[in-house]
């Protein structure tokens, strides 16, 4: 699970107004902001959804989820169905293979009205055959988890496509913050539906952590004056302290398997990592000794054995990643001595071979990702100032908050075409985690 990565705000104070000085940022890395080269989709048709019974409804808000999420996911060209064509009883394939089809999806809706059933076959064009066929129970097309199941559909068609993973059935959490500075934990759906307010502190609010099964967050509060780290059941609305001790408790996120919360807090002078076994909340134990500067904002690899942390040693924080059972981190943002950098909030990639994060590039901040052993950066974005990148559980879509002439809110870029689009926009949105994949809820 990606944590969410945020400067302490006692770091804060003494780093955040170094960066309108510094030079550019990693010149020598790749730009590809606005640079990207386009590559081969494969052509997909979804016909309509079809249904022979009482479930126009259920069909209609099915079709226009699935056409979403397939285009959502940017791994194919979605072709247009000619309105005088029409799949029959038996299907064309050479007619649609000379439309440019690599893919035909055909959907019905069956069962009754309260409880759709929708069928789904996705067929080879190439080949003149049929790849894949399964039906999904769906909740009553009013109910709050219509949208969410039919998601679940989108990512198996995917899946089945593709053999990876689709990113449709998530959601991101992320703080919303107001004009008198005050901000709340919010949360939306992948494809932006949903909205929902998740805290109601209306004090400073941040990390907002989603656990890998989507049903507890992790966040940082103010509201008793200090700053505290709880967790709240999303479905019950119960909250519990997760870390008070004296000083900054900062920065939770999650363990892949859920089983441990990775947090930064005060030691002496300055501030560490230490971790705690979540249930029973216990165990607690130091995980790194820098011993000067700040270091926090980590993020767990896939496999747990290693963390992406911010670190400040050098003077100006810095991409490392520590190894859990050693005590020395490598550098894997750039750094060159007698220049000044400055890099931040570290998210690594559930397919493990990425870390993502902010770095202060030609006076602003861009999303930078790297590979875990430092090589191979690559500056992602060019316009407007973007910080705070996330993870999507396909490893190729990121979430980031982003501000620009154009607006400000959340965006979603695909790390492979450079296609983005707004998650939210109009609002100071900041601080984004992609969840995993969830289960039915």
Known sequence: MRGRALLAIAAATATLAAPAALVGQEPGDVRIGITYTPGYLPGLVLTPVETAGDQGEAATRADEILRQDLDFSDRFEMIPVPADLGTGTAVNYGLWNQLGAVWLVTAQVSGSAAAPVLRVSLHDVVFGELKEVRAFSLPAPGSSGFRMAVHRVSDEIVRWATGQPGSAATRVAFRR???????????????????????????IVYSPALHPSGDHLLYVSYISGVPVVYEKNLATGAVRTISAEQGLNVTPVYSPDGSRILYGRTIGDHTELFELQRQPLCCGRRVTYTNVGETLNADYSPDGRRIAITSSPLGLPQIYVLPLDAKEPSIVSRYVYGERGYATSPDWSPTGDRIAYQAWIDNTFQVVTVDPDGSDRRVLTSRGSNEDPSWAPDGRHLVFASTARDGQGLIVLDTVSGRVRWLTRGHMDQL???????ADR
């Open 177 to 203: 913050r107001a004009a008198d500075g005050a901000s709340d934990i919010w949360m939306v759906d992948s494809d932006g539906e949903n909205l929902r307010r998740l805290t109601s502190d209306s004090s």
């Open 432 to 438: 984004p985690h992609w969840s995993g994949p969830l």
